[in-house]
């Protein structure tokens, strides 16, 4: 009934029924081979094709990874073979410390996502189901995240490395000063011409600031210096409360004039600390992360189905790990 890795399953029976002898290999061939005989014994059921993609093996037997484990996560991000691979590894590294999750802690945290989220049980199941999950597999994946999010704090959290000093902060800041942009706040008015005269007469009056006072201003607005057209970079020179620029428009002469601005300035490393803090340590995080996960590749002991799949899961061509 195995041929070329591929395992024929009844549609009346779950891929998780199969895959829950995965402790032992040989077990889970047994399983494999008894649905396939149920299957045969009952031509009316349709059949769909699953096929073994990595066995992992480990001192308390193996575990098989098929086609059909390759689904997105619970939060719809879409995995590939290797983000599979990995979850199986850590699961099993943190079995390894008896860290141990059962089915009513997932149950408890299924129940305490959706008081979070304020969603019912049947719109979960739903969310479960639009994943192609189970019930069943959706607490499984609940229950391997949460080992998962264990093993990690043995693993990586606790790592000293993560351990962030001022010192880093300073040279992290020299490396990547921040500089707040200048601000200008602005207000227009048009003023009202009907002849060329009183246009350029606008055009050139000297408004003293009690002129300036008497006009009905619109609301003001601000421009960032970013956003100056290169003809207009003068704005950047203009004293607050000044005419900066004047522009003739069918009503007559459109003013504007600086109300207030704020100069380009240095962040200073008190002001950006804790942003920074957090940047270096989610770093060091992620560094910290892909060594554990290049661990766990490099000890696994795996067997693939498709050469493709050794070089997608372990990135080079190198002798099969058996």
């Known amino acids: 009934m195995l041929k070329d890795g591929l395992v024929h399953f009844s549609l009346g029976q779950t891929l998780r029924q199969a895959q829950g002898e995965r402790r032992n290999i040989f077990l889970g061939l047994i399983s494999l081979v008894t649905v ?17 993609r990595v066995i992992a093996y480990h001192q308390g037997g193996s575990e098989l990874i098929l086609s059909s484990d390759i689904r997105p996560s619970l939060e719809g991000r879409p995995r590939s073979l290797r983000d599979i691979v990995l979850q199986r590894l850590m699961v099993l590294d943190a079995d390894s410390l008896h860290i141990a999750v059962t089915s009513d802690d997932a149950e408890r945290f299924l129940g305490e996502l959706q008081k979070m989220n304020g969603i019912s049980r049947d719109a979960m199941l739903e969310v479960f189901r639009e ?56 207000q227009q008015v048009c003023l009202p011409a009907q002849t060329e005269e009183e246009r350029t007469h606008l055009e050139k009056k000297d408004f003293s600031q009690k002129d300036l006072a008497s006009f009905a201003w619109e609301e003001p607005f601000e421009i960032q210096e970013h956003d100056l057209a290169e003809d207009k970079r003068f704005i950047a020179d203009a004293q607050e409360g000044t005419v900066v620029f004047r522009d003739n428009v069918d009503e007559g002469v459109e003013i504007t004039r ?65």
């Open 258 to 322: 600086m109300v207030s601005k704020k100069e380009r300035r240095h962040v200073s490393l008190d002001e950006r600390f804790d942003e920074v803090s957090e940047v270096i340590a989610r770093q060091r995080f992620e560094t910290l992360f892909k060594e554990y996960e290049r661990s766990l590749l490099e000890k696994a002991s795996l067997r693939f189905n498709r050469p493709e799949d050794k070089i997608a899961v372990l990135g080079v061509e190198s002798e099969e790990k058996a």
């Open 36 to 52: 396939c005989s149920l299957m045969a014994a009952s031509s009316a059921e349709r059949t769909i094709v699953d096929e073994i």
């Open 131 to 186: 994943l192609g999950y189970s019930y069943e597999e959706g607490l499984e994946q609940l229950r391997y995240r949460q080992m998962i999010e264990q093993i990690l704090d043995v693993r990586v959290r606790t790592n000293k490395r993560l351990i962030v000093q001022r010192s880093d902060v300073e040279e992290y800041e020299k490396e990547h000063p921040l500089f707040e942009e200048a601000v200008y706040v602005l």
